[in-house]
């Protein structure tokens, strides 16, 4: 069984900064892609950032050069640093965790940018 939780949504102001958690435990190793994905109200799920297991990254237009995603391959984790956020980025956002034998995903957390 696995499972990826994510941490770390909440209320922030524009401009601001959250950072996000995330962590896949159980029966997965070797996990070749982990990244953060968000669903806005009546929108569908996008990609925001995505990472490797060798450390290539890429990332969505919208978030290129405030988002920083990082990675702990030891630890199955990977972390979304978000500065500079705008109130367009008020979304679930959710991490996915993809290996050989299956793609994960977690519940999600808010994260709302509202002054």
């Known amino acids: 069984q696995v499972q990826v939780v994510e941490s770390g949504g909440g209320l922030v102001q524009p401009g601001g900064s959250l950072r996000l958690s995330c962590i896949a435990s159980?029966?997965?190793?070797?996990?070749?892609?982990m990244g953060w994905y968000r669903q806005a109200p009546g929108k569908q799920r996008e990609l925001v950032a995505i990472k490797t297991s060798d450390g290539s990254a890429n990332y969505a237009d919208s978030v290129k050069g405030r988002f920083t995603i990082a990675r702990d391959n030891a630890k199955n984790t990977v972390y979304l640093q978000m500065n500079s956020l705008k109130p367009e980025d008020t979304a679930v956002y959710y991490c996915?965790?993809?290996?050989?034998?299956?793609?994960?995903w977690g519940q999600g957390t808010q994260v709302t940018v509202s002054s």
């Open positions: 159980g029966s997965i190793s070797n996990i070749r892609t």
């Open positions: 996915n965790a993809n290996w050989l034998f299956g793609n994960y």
